[in-house]
């Protein structure tokens, strides 16, 4: 195995409270009052995605297409740009309308996103990585497991770089943090780093 | 009967999320997939649970469906003379 | 560092140890029986379901099965079975545990138990408590390579020292809320499922449970070890296999690499075939463009059906029996090749040396996963 070396948080975006963030700063805010719906639309309008595929989306892979169009905006990564994902409550909202659903007709746009890895899919499909990908659920973000496994990834060469975080929601309220770590950057690729990014939204 | 063409437009712009697309945009020959509208495997899935939902016709084997979605013309004829709702 | 799969333990309606679980595959009994279901017009579906009170029976021997769902039921006795031959210090073994769903079925009639049951979370603090691992537990769900994939995970994280010994379980049941999904996808077939051959029409579905040790501890001689593992997104469609079996065929390219070993030294091959038309035509692309069209091939969805985030992991611990056992074993239910490329399927059973083994999944999601188990004697 190869020795390890340090890695660079090289961009995050953070998504929580109606606002999202790039490291810690704010770039993007909207009414605290508004719904979560409208939220994904109005994010989308304002990003400028211009991805009609978004609409077809379920909300998780909405927040995650979100965080991933701004996190790896005039970013330089290559294909093999791995996906270490987490979360606590998996595909819970939709697996709840799916749920629903079955007492009529169930419908597959809706049940094809009753699999957390899917927004993998969908990131993998706009950013064209075809890529190591993993989808972990965990009883809160975790960063020990984020970073061990990420650096285990780069440190044997199966990835040059990893896009990894935490990407949750449930019942319509969302928490995100996406972080990009390569070789380039300022802030080491320290679970300490990590986790201060994701607290620094958390009061 | 155009009637019938444009509540198709209509349904299948909600039942398949096509947000960024009016009415208008739809032309009654325009291919579905492809090139046309760009419609997936898992749109002509939902197109079947829309002809069963809206119109009580059930497609059991989806070979069917390739037959019937390749317009709205052609969605419109088959539910014309098979819709029992 | 050698990765050593070690003990391990398949509960499934073939049987409740890995050793019935194989002398039912060289029997040729299948799992798959029809089971009456009011969503089909025909009154029911073919599928692989474990039978509850001899599941209970089984399971009264460690606990009151009155208070654990069918599926924690499955896994803890895979689980305990693993422990049962081995001196495990569970304060610092691993625990990775794999589903795709796990108690969603709790969703929709809870029965006696918390809706907050259902979740992934609840099931690994189960799991956990009931053995008293003092790691916290790292769960995968990453579709239908879950059960592969956690391995593999398994296996890296010793690599970097998290552990030395993991016990990897998975598990998935066949509820009402897949079954629902997959008939949605028009995906499920009127027959037990035919994989690779011409009149395929779909899956079947199945479930199960399984778990095995990974170790890099010698314990024992003749060991099985992973020596390659990769998975590569298709980056295609989100529930549609690539036409060019793109994904599938890096992750084998990536693990031959990682094994430092050719496509022409694997012995055997245990593909997914899910028998969707579309599925097994991509792994046959895939295995070409590879190089392992002469590669005896089969897949056990005939045995099993598709127990979804359990299946890889099953169909790992039975490649590795393949090759201590040095036995191919036929891939049921086969009959006239349907792929347009050729594969060497396995059609009885067959005694030959085998050193090498190529374990793939591909799963919703466009994911994919190859591993490569060598004898390590």
Same mark, same amino acid.
């Given at each position: 195995?190869?020795?390890?070396?340090?890695?660079?948080?090289?961009?995050?975006?953070?998504?929580?409270?109606?606002?999202?963030?790039?490291?810690?700063?704010?770039?993007?805010?909207?009414?605290?009052?508004?719904? !979560?719906?409208?939220?994904?639309?109005?994010?989308?309008?304002?990003?400028?995605?211009?991805?009609?595929?978004?609409?077809?989306?379920?909300?998780?892979?909405?927040?995650?297409?979100?965080?991933?169009?701004?996190? &790896?905006?005039?970013?330089?990564?290559?294909?093999?740009?791995?996906?270490?994902?987490?979360?606590?409550?998996?595909?819970?909202?939709?697996?709840?309308?799916?749920?629903?659903?079955?007492?009529?007709?169930?419908?597959?746009?809706?049940?094809? $996103?009753?699999?957390?890895?899917? @927004?993998?899919?969908?990131?993998?499909?706009? $950013?064209?990585?075809?890529?190591?990908?993993?989808?972990?659920?965990?009883?809160?973000?975790?960063?020990?497991?984020?970073?061990?496994?990420?650096?285990?990834?780069?440190?044997?060469?199966?990835?040059?770089?990893?896009?990894?975080?935490?990407?949750? #929601?449930?019942?319509?309220? $969302?928490?995100?943090?996406?972080?990009?770590?390569?070789?380039?950057?300022?802030?080491?690729?320290?679970?300490?780093?990590?986790?201060?990014?994701?607290?620094?939204?958390?009061? | 009967?155009?009637?019938?063409?444009?509540?198709?437009? %209509?349904?299948? =712009?909600?039942?398949?999320?096509?947000?960024?697309?009016?009415?208008?945009?739809?032309?009654?020959?325009?291919?579905?997939?492809?090139? *046309?509208?760009?419609?997936?495997?898992?749109?002509?899935?939902?197109?079947?649970?829309?002809?069963?939902?809206?119109?009580?016709?059930?497609?059991?084997?989806?070979? %069917?469906?390739?037959?019937?979605?390749?317009?709205?013309?052609?969605?419109?004829?088959?539910?014309?003379?098979?819709?029992?709702? | 560092?050698?990765?050593?799969?070690?003990?391990?333990?398949?509960?499934?309606?073939?049987?409740?140890?890995?050793?019935?679980?194989?002398?039912?595959?060289?029997?040729?009994?299948?799992?798959?029986?029809?089971?009456?279901?009011?969503?089909?017009?025909?009154?029911?579906?073919?599928?692989? =379901?474990?039978?509850?009170?001899?599941?209970?029976?089984?399971?009264?021997?460690?606990?009151?099965?009155?208070?654990?769902?069918?599926?924690?039921?499955?896994?803890?006795?895979?689980?305990?079975?693993?422990?049962?031959?081995?001196? #495990?210090? #569970?304060?610092?073994?691993? #625990?990775?545990?794999?589903?795709?769903?796990?108690?969603?079925?709790?969703? *929709?009639?809870?029965?006696?138990?918390?809706?907050?049951?259902?979740?992934?979370?609840?099931?690994?603090?189960?799991? %956990?408590?009931? !053995?008293?691992?003092?790691?916290?537990?790292?769960?995968?769900?990453?579709?239908? @390579?879950?059960?592969?994939?956690?391995?593999?995970?398994?296996?890296?994280?010793?690599?970097?020292?998290?552990?030395?010994?993991?016990?990897?379980?998975?598990?998935?049941?066949?509820?009402?809320? @897949?079954?629902?999904?997959?008939?949605?996808?028009?995906?499920?077939?009127?027959?037990?499922?035919?994989?690779?051959?011409?009149?395929?029409?779909?899956?079947?579905?199945?479930?199960?449970?399984?778990?095995? &040790?990974?170790?890099?501890?010698?314990?024992?001689?003749?060991?099985?070890?992973?020596?390659?593992?990769?998975?590569?997104?298709?980056?295609?469609?989100?529930? *549609?296999?690539?036409?060019?079996?793109?994904?599938?065929?890096?992750?084998? %390219?990536?693990?031959?690499?990682?094994?430092?070993?050719?496509?022409?030294?694997?012995?055997?091959?245990?593909?997914?075939?899910?028998?969707?038309?579309?599925?097994?035509?991509?792994?046959?692309?895939?295995?070409?463009?590879?190089?392992?069209?002469?590669?005896?091939?089969?897949?056990?969805?005939?045995?099993?059906?598709?127990?979804?985030?359990?299946?890889?992991?099953?169909?790992?611990?039975?490649?590795?029996?393949?090759?201590?056992?040095?036995?191919?074993?036929?891939? &049921?239910?086969?009959?006239?090749?349907?792929?347009?490329?050729?594969?060497?399927?396995?059609?009885?059973?067959?005694?030959?040396?085998?050193?090498?083994?190529?374990?793939?999944?591909?799963?919703?999601?466009?994911?994919?996963?190859?591993?490569?188990?060598?004898?390590?004697?």
């Amino acid at each position: 195995m190869d020795r390890s070396k340090t890695y660079f948080i090289t961009n995050s975006i953070r998504i929580k409270n109606e606002k999202f963030l790039q490291k810690k700063e704010t770039i993007l805010s909207f009414d605290p009052e508004i719904s !979560f719906p409208q939220f994904l639309k109005d994010s989308y309008k304002k990003l400028e995605l211009n991805y009609p595929k978004y609409h077809k989306m379920d909300s998780l892979c909405k927040l995650g297409i979100l965080g991933a169009s701004l996190l &790896l905006k005039n970013q330089n990564f290559t294909e093999d740009t791995a996906l270490v994902f987490s979360n606590r409550s998996s595909s819970h909202d939709i697996d709840l309308k799916h749920q629903r659903s079955m007492e009529n007709i169930v419908s597959p746009a809706v049940f094809v $996103y009753t699999l957390p890895n899917i @927004v993998l899919g969908e990131i993998s499909i706009k $950013y064209k990585l075809q890529s190591e990908n993993v989808f972990f659920i965990e009883d809160k973000f975790n960063p020990d497991l984020l970073v061990d496994y990420s650096e285990g990834l780069l440190n044997s060469g199966k990835a040059t770089s990893v896009v990894c975080g935490w990407l949750e #929601l449930k019942n319509d309220e $969302y928490d995100v943090l996406l972080c990009l770590v390569s070789n380039n950057g300022k802030i080491p690729f320290t679970k300490v780093n990590l986790e201060e990014l994701y607290r620094f939204e958390n009061e | 009967m155009s009637d019938l063409r444009t509540e198709l437009k %209509q349904s299948i =712009i909600e039942q398949l999320n096509l947000e960024e697309l009016s009415i208008e945009e739809i032309d009654n020959d325009d291919s579905l997939f492809g090139d *046309g509208l760009g419609l997936d495997s898992i749109d002509a899935l939902e197109l079947i649970v829309l002809l069963e939902k809206d119109y009580g016709i059930k497609l059991t084997d989806p070979n %069917q469906g390739k037959e019937i979605f390749i317009s709205i013309n052609k969605m419109a004829e088959y539910i014309e003379s098979h819709r029992t709702k | 560092m050698d990765i050593l799969l070690q003990e391990d333990s398949i509960i499934s309606p073939l049987g409740f140890s890995t050793s019935e679980n194989i002398k039912a595959i060289k029997a040729g009994v299948s799992g798959l029986h029809f089971h009456e279901n009011s969503r089909f017009l025909n009154g029911g579906f073919y599928a692989g =379901i474990v039978d509850k009170s001899l599941l209970a029976e089984h399971f009264s021997k460690i606990g009151d099965s009155s208070k654990f769902t069918k599926l924690e039921q499955m896994m803890l006795l895979s689980i305990q079975s693993v422990l049962n031959n081995n001196q #495990l210090d #569970l304060s610092e073994t691993g #625990l990775v545990i794999s589903s795709t769903k796990g108690n969603v079925d709790l969703l *929709g009639d809870s029965r006696n138990f918390s809706k907050d049951r259902a979740s992934l979370i609840s099931l690994a603090k189960i799991i %956990q408590d009931f !053995f008293g691992f003092k790691l916290q537990p790292i769960i995968v769900s990453n579709a239908c @390579v879950s059960g592969g994939l956690a391995v593999a995970i398994a296996k890296r994280f010793i690599q970097v020292g998290k552990f030395t010994d993991a016990i990897v379980v998975a598990g998935d049941l066949v509820t009402d809320f @897949v079954t629902s999904g997959f008939q949605s996808f028009q995906a499920l077939s009127a027959t037990p499922c035919k994989p690779f051959s011409k009149n395929r029409d779909g899956i079947s579905l199945g479930e199960a449970a399984a778990a095995i &040790l990974v170790s890099r501890r010698e314990r024992k001689a003749n060991n099985i070890s992973l020596v390659g593992d990769a998975t590569v997104n298709d980056a295609n469609h989100i529930s *549609g296999p690539s036409r060019t079996g793109e994904g599938l065929y890096k992750s084998i %390219q990536l693990a031959l690499k990682e094994a430092k070993l050719a496509a022409l030294e694997i012995d055997y091959l245990s593909a997914h075939g899910t028998a969707t038309l579309f599925n097994d035509e991509m792994e046959a692309i895939a295995f070409n463009r590879a190089g392992l069209e002469h590669v005896p091939v089969n897949s056990f969805k005939g045995f099993y059906g598709h127990t979804l985030g359990a299946s890889a992991l099953i169909e790992t611990i039975l490649t590795k029996h393949s090759l201590l056992n040095n036995e191919l074993y036929p891939s &049921l239910n086969f009959e006239e090749l349907g792929v347009s490329k050729p594969i060497n399927i396995i059609d009885k059973l067959e005694k030959r040396e085998l050193k090498i083994a190529l374990k793939t999944a591909s799963g919703f999601g466009g994911c994919n996963l190859a591993m490569i188990l060598k004898k390590a004697f």
